[in-house]
C-alpha cells in the first residue's frame, strides 16, 4: 500500500466516522424524513426568514427532528390530508436550548428590530417576554414541538391561515375573529386534525402543537440541528 492510498483510505475513514457522529441522535428521538419522507421542510431558523433576521444558533441543516411518537402521530396527520389533496409544511420542531437562548440574547437588545415591520410590527419589542412570544425555555426543546401549516397538493402553496408563520400579534391567535370565512376555514382544517391526532395547540399561535403525553416533559435538550 502507497503512502498515498494509505492517506486516502484514513481520510475516508475520519469522513464515516464524522458523517455517523453528525447523524446520531439521542434514544427516542429521529429524523421525520425517515418516517414522512414526502413531508415539506423549511426549517425558517435556519434561514434569515424569521423575527430575529438572521441565522438560530444551533440550527446547521434544514433536518427536521422530533421524538419518534410525535413523528409517527404527525404522519397519520399527513395521510389524513394527503385524502383530501393536501399536505403538511413543517417550519420548525425539536429546537435546541442554545436556539432559545439566542431568542433571549435578540429580545433583550431593544435597537435590533431588523424584521420588526414583518413580524411584530404591532408588538412593542421590550414586551415579547411579558406577552409570551419569547420564553426563557421553550416546548420544542423537548422534542414534541412543532410548527407548521397545510400546503395544497398540487400547487404546493400555503393555505391562507390569515397571517404569516410566527407573526407576533392577536391576528395570529387561534380563536381570532378578524377573519375571512376562508381563513376561519383553514385554521379550522389544521386545528381538527391536528387535535385528532393527539397535538393540543397553543391559543396565541394557530402553528404551534404539542403531543400529549409527550415522552420527555421535563427535559430540555441541547444538541443541535445536523
Same mark, same amino acid.
Given at each position: 500500500?502507497?503512502?498515498?492510498?494509505?492517506?486516502?483510505?484514513?481520510?475516508?475513514?475520519? +469522513?464515516? #466516522?464524522?458523517?455517523?457522529?453528525?447523524?446520531?441522535?439521542?434514544?427516542?428521538?429521529?429524523?421525520?424524513?425517515?418516517?414522512?419522507?414526502?413531508?415539506?421542510?423549511?426549517?425558517?431558523?435556519?434561514?434569515?426568514?424569521?423575527?430575529?433576521?438572521?441565522?438560530?444558533?444551533?440550527?446547521?441543516?434544514?433536518?427536521?427532528? +422530533?421524538?419518534?411518537?410525535?413523528?409517527?402521530?404527525?404522519?397519520?396527520?399527513? &395521510?389524513?390530508?394527503?385524502?383530501?389533496?393536501?399536505? #403538511?409544511?413543517?417550519? &420548525?420542531?425539536?429546537?435546541?436550548?442554545?436556539?432559545?437562548?439566542?431568542?433571549?440574547?435578540?429580545?433583550?437588545?431593544?435597537?435590533?428590530?431588523?424584521?420588526?415591520?414583518?413580524?411584530?410590527?404591532?408588538?412593542?419589542?421590550?414586551?415579547?417576554?411579558?406577552?409570551?412570544?419569547?420564553?426563557?425555555?421553550?416546548?420544542?426543546?423537548?422534542?414534541?414541538?412543532?410548527? #407548521?401549516?397545510?400546503?395544497?397538493?398540487?400547487?404546493?402553496?400555503?393555505? &391562507?391561515?390569515?397571517?404569516?408563520?410566527?407573526?407576533?400579534?392577536?391576528?395570529?391567535?387561534?380563536?381570532?375573529?378578524?377573519?375571512?370565512?376562508?381563513?376561519?376555514?383553514?385554521?379550522?382544517? +389544521?386545528?381538527?386534525?391536528?387535535?385528532?391526532?393527539?397535538?393540543?395547540?397553543?391559543?396565541?399561535?394557530?402553528?404551534?402543537?404539542?403531543?400529549?403525553?409527550?415522552?420527555?416533559?421535563?427535559?430540555?435538550?441541547?444538541?443541535?440541528?445536523?
Amino acid at each position: 500500500m502507497t503512502i498515498k492510498t494509505f492517506i486516502y483510505l484514513g481520510s475516508l475513514i475520519l +469522513l464515516t #466516522l464524522g458523517f455517523q457522529q453528525s447523524i446520531t441522535l439521542p434514544d427516542g428521538f429521529v429524523y421525520v424524513k425517515s418516517v414522512i419522507p414526502d413531508l415539506d421542510v423549511e426549517l425558517r431558523y435556519f434561514s434569515t426568514h424569521n423575527f430575529v433576521g438572521d441565522t438560530i444558533d444551533g440550527y446547521n441543516a434544514n433536518r427536521l427532528i +422530533l421524538t419518534k411518537q410525535t413523528a409517527e402521530k404527525l404522519k397519520l396527520v399527513q &395521510d389524513e390530508l394527503q385524502q383530501q389533496n393536501l399536505c #403538511l409544511k413543517v417550519y &420548525d420542531g425539536y429546537r435546541p436550548q442554545r436556539s432559545v437562548n439566542h431568542f433571549i440574547r435578540w429580545a433583550k437588545d431593544l435597537h435590533d428590530t431588523i424584521n420588526k415591520q414583518q413580524f411584530y410590527p404591532e408588538v412593542k419589542k421590550r414586551n415579547l417576554f411579558n406577552a409570551g412570544y419569547i420564553a426563557s425555555r421553550s416546548g420544542h426543546s423537548r422534542g414534541s414541538t412543532v410548527d #407548521l401549516t397545510i400546503i395544497d397538493g398540487t400547487t404546493g402553496k400555503p393555505l &391562507d391561515m390569515g397571517s404569516p408563520y410566527d407573526f407576533f400579534g392577536e391576528i395570529s391567535w387561534v380563536a381570532h375573529e378578524a377573519l375571512t370565512n376562508k381563513q376561519k376555514k383553514n385554521r379550522q382544517i +389544521l386545528q381538527s386534525v391536528m387535535l385528532k391526532h393527539n397535538f393540543r395547540n397553543y391559543s396565541k399561535e394557530w402553528w404551534h402543537f404539542t403531543l400529549r403525553w409527550e415522552p420527555f416533559p421535563n427535559t430540555y435538550f441541547d444538541f443541535e440541528v445536523e
